[in-house]
């Protein structure tokens, strides 16, 4: 018993001296962290002074560039005046081109489970109507509904795709 109790006033002496050497390496590191923090926060107020000093100086830059962003605005309004001319012209071109290129010979087709379909000679002489008479009335958005075959479907021609009304199947033409 008494090897007992001896034993366990070495393990508990043992521990002692553990803890207190943690707490003396904890200690430390407390120490040292409050060092470190002394110096930040003098850092800290060092650079808020030159902060400061920034704002400062960043206000004088700040009323010049004023002066240069109002004589730079006034160029891009110009500027986007010139391109919404130049956007314009270019979308009637494009369109013109379209026309043009669109023959008697245009067959019409629809993606059905990977694969591609020619539309019946009347879907397609009602499609390639109704794709020119966007194209000469850009009012029409690119999209029309058209009724074939008995199925009303919601035709996209600047996406290329259709939509069945009474299902909403989305699928490429």
């Known amino acids: 018993m008494l ?14 001296r553990k803890f207190v050497q943690a707490f003396s390496r904890e200690e430390a590191k407390r120490h040292s962290a409050e060092r470190q923090l002394q110096e930040l926060l003098e850092m800290q107020n060092d650079l808020a002074a030159r902060l400061a000093e920034e704002k400062r100086e960043n206000h004088r830059f700040d009323q010049a560039l004023s002066k240069e962003e ?4 006034s160029a891009e309004r110009h500027l986007q005046e010139l391109l919404a001319v130049r956007k314009h012209l270019t979308a009637r ?3 013109q081109k379209r026309i ?8 019409w087709q629809y993606e059905e489970g990977g694969c591609w379909h020619a539309l019946p000679p009347e879907g397609n002489d009602e499609m390639q109507e109704a794709y020119l008479n966007c194209l000469r009335k850009p009012t029409c958005g690119f999209s029309i509904t058209i ?3 008995g199925v009303s479907r919601r035709v996209d021609f600047g996406l290329m795709q259709q939509k069945r009304c009474d299902t909403n199947k989305i699928g490429r033409i």
């Open 93 to 95: 071109l494009a369109e």
């Open 147 to 149: 009724n074939s075959a």
């Open 3 to 16: 090897e007992e109790i001896s034993a366990r006033l070495a393990e508990e002496k043992w521990e002692k």
């Open 100 to 107: 043009s290129r669109v023959g008697h010979g245009a067959v």
């Open 70 to 73: 109002a004589k730079r605005n």
